[in-house]
């Protein structure tokens, strides 16, 4: 990404909200890093950049310690200041908040 853009980070960009949070900084004049658990974020990337936008797609999972890195080490490689951030990444569970799921709790706060 050699650009004089500003630089947006997203979450949870393969469909939805995130992609539509992608698509709203792509077209107010932002270069994108983008980041799903999905393979649908490589689409969702096309898509992007077919709104003029220089996007890096990141496939990792957020909720796991590893992916976090991953996309961590990604967009620092890129020696970008980050200017923007929408954090949309997540998995909706309804239920009580503690209890025998907990192990599956603490995957949704990491």
Request: no cysteine.
């Amino acid at each position: 990404m050699a650009t004089s853009k500003p630089l947006a980070l997203v979450t949870g960009v393969s469909s939805g909200i995130g992609f539509e949070l992608a698509k709203q900084f792509a077209r107010n004049g932002f270069d994108l890093f983008i980041v799903s658990n999905s393979g649908a974020i490589h689409t969702a990337a096309r898509d992007i950049e077919a709104l003029g936008a220089e996007v890096q797609a990141v496939e990792a999972n957020l909720a796991t310690f590893d992916g976090v890195h991953e996309f961590y080490n990604q967009v620092s490689a890129s020696g970008r200041p980050v200017e923007a951030a929408a954090f949309n990444a997540g998995v909706g569970v309804g239920r009580r908040f503690v209890g025998p799921d907990e192990e599956r709790w603490r995957a949704r706060i990491a």
